[in-house]
């Protein structure tokens, strides 16, 4: 069975830090990718999504991925910590399907930004 | 914005009861699927229509429904509610998938908190 696994349910970085968030994937076929972000009381939004082009993945407010099929991964990096970067992050995974497909999250983490 | 609309925005009810939640997916968009989201139990797909057709089902416990309308928006009846059934219900939507650009890309509402009490 797929699954998607999210090391940490709680990261604390200070501002202007790196932020690195992880993400591991369990398939035997390469799905699609994708880290959602989710503000207090708001629903989901996508910051990025990897649909097998390039490997490196640029997304929305500075963030970006990188796919790793030898270590199934698909790690989210920002490079400074700004506090409204404050969330509960959500990495994603689904295949393809012509009529759209399920999505499987991880368990969530959640990104505290200490000034 | 994502364009998903979702009402009610809370429901607070009683255990026993029925309750029914709307989703208006974004416009041109043929698939809406559920999910729920609880303390417990996470993120989790409920079920997925297509064009009006059932295309998945995910965890959805038997007295849980849901349909499409010819409109394309969907409802999701809850019945015979539990405590444990208080939980954030998001609605998503998705295009065809015709083009990269599209494809299993999902939009998500606000969703609705449902309290059971």
């Known amino acids: 069975a797929q699954s998607v696994t999210q090391l940490g349910s709680h990261v604390s970085v200070s501002e202007g830090a790196l932020v690195l968030l992880r993400c591991n994937y369990s398939s035997s076929v390469p799905p699609y990718l994708f880290w959602y972000v989710q503000y207090p009381n708001q629903g989901l939004q996508l910051l990025l999504k990897?649909?097998?082009?390039?490997?490196l993945v640029k997304g929305i407010n500075g963030f970006e991925a990188e796919f790793k099929k030898s270590e199934t991964s698909f790690h989210l990096t920002k490079p400074s910590a700004h506090m409204s970067d404050a969330a509960e992050y959500f990495c994603a995974v689904s295949w393809r399907e012509t009529s759209g497909s399920r999505l499987t999250f991880g368990e969530g983490t959640q990104l505290t930004v200490n000034p | 914005d994502s364009g998903v609309t979702q009402t009610p925005k809370h429901l607070i009810t009683a255990t026993g009861q029925r309750v029914t939640l709307r989703c208006s997916p974004r416009s041109g968009d043929l698939s809406v699927y559920w999910y729920q989201q609880s303390l417990d139990q996470g993120l989790q797909f409920l079920i997925q229509?297509?064009?009006?057709?059932?295309?998945a089902k995910g965890n959805i416990l038997e007295r849980f429904s849901a349909q499409q309308f010819p409109d394309l928006h969907s409802e999701l009846n809850l019945s015979s509610l539990e405590l444990g059934d208080s939980a954030l219900y998001f609605c998503a939507s998705s295009g065809p998938g015709t083009s990269e650009r599209s494809y299993n890309e999902q939009f998500f509402g606000p969703g609705t908190r449902l309290t059971v009490l």
């Open positions: 229509y297509y064009n009006g057709e059932e295309r």
């Open positions: 990897y649909t097998s082009a390039a490997t």
